[in-house]
């Protein structure tokens, strides 16, 4: 009975500490991202603007 409620406590704290890191980690991918899909565009498109067409 001991046991089971300390295992029961344990779980109530880890989970939310877990699907915390995994938000942030998603986040952080996201960013990541996004932020590489910017600069291949950038990248993309430098070549036209001194020529004034982007």
């Known amino acids: ?5 300390k ?5 109530k704290i880890v989970v939310p ?3 915390a ?3 942030v ?3 952080v ?3 990541c991202l ?7 565009y950038n990248e993309k498109w430098a070549d036209y603007d001194e020529c004034g067409w982007h």
Request: aromatic share 4%; proline share 0%.
């Open 1 to 5: 009975m001991e046991m089971e409620k």
């Open 7 to 11: 295992t029961g406590s344990l779980v």
């Open 17 to 19: 500490i877990i699907g």
């Open 21 to 23: 890191v995994i938000v």
């Open 25 to 27: 980690a998603a986040a």
């Open 29 to 31: 991918a996201y960013i």
């Open 34 to 40: 996004k932020l590489a899909d910017e600069m291949r």
